[in-house]
């Protein structure tokens, strides 16, 4: 489990839904017993009797609930996921039919570096690396429509992850409009990508996100 601070208080606790179960009997016997829940629309709230509050959000593609049977029950039921992530003229995009890379292609294409250089060269170099940019976009498209689209009638989200200019201005392309009306919040904090980082993003897409904040002394 990764945990780290919140914007606005409280910290972030990332739960992979098999170990969810286990999460929750060790928040209630941190925290004084069984909390009380309540639905939401970031999703379930759980009031611990000594204060502390935590709240459940269900990872990309889990439908809403109500109470915690079936929280678990969605979180933990496989879900066909699009995947889609970009980074430095990488672009790696998958299917995943729950834990498992059903379908997937990896390309990369070299994007110059920013130069310190001033005057023409600068200007130069800037041209160039606009060219190569747009140029990784548009392979990063051609993916997209070829493995994603035709699934799109499948997906129950798209996460996306890496550089998120460079994921934008894939999903502008018109032809991809019914893959990115799919496209979850969650952007996946993710490397150059390349094929074991597009099977380690499957596990990140599923995760549940817990956001925990103790009481006010």
Do not use: C
Not at 74 to 81: C, D, I, M, Q, S
Not at 164 to 192: C, F, N, W
């Amino acid at each position: 489990m990764n945990s780290r601070p919140a914007a606005g208080g409280g910290r972030w606790v990332d739960v992979a839904p098999a170990r969810l179960t286990r999460w929750l009997d060790g928040f209630a016997e941190r925290h004084g017993g069984p909390p009380q829940v309540t639905a939401g629309p970031e999703g379930l709230r759980l009031s611990a009797p000594d204060g502390t509050v935590a709240v459940l959000s269900p990872p990309p593609g889990a439908p809403a609930a109500t109470d915690l049977p079936a929280f678990l029950s969605a979180v933990t039921a496989p879900r066909r996921l699009g995947l889609l992530l970009a980074r430095k003229g990488a672009v790696a995009v998958g299917v995943a039919d729950g834990d498992r890379l059903v379908v997937s292609k990896v390309d990369s294409r070299y994007v110059q570096g920013r130069t310190a250089a001033g005057g023409w060269s600068q200007q130069r170099f800037a041209r160039r690396r606009e060219n190569q940019a747009k140029a990784a976009v548009a392979d990063g498209a051609e993916l997209a429509v070829r493995l994603l689209l035709p699934e799109a009638g499948r997906l129950a989200a798209l996460v996306a992850g890496g550089d998120r200019r460079a994921v934008d201005a894939i999903l502008a392309d018109r032809r991809l409009a019914s893959v990115a009306a799919l496209r979850a919040e969650r952007l996946l904090d993710v490397p150059e990508p390349r094929h074991a980082v597009l099977v380690e993003a499957i596990v990140a897409a599923r995760t549940v996100r817990v956001l925990v904040r103790d009481p006010v002394p």
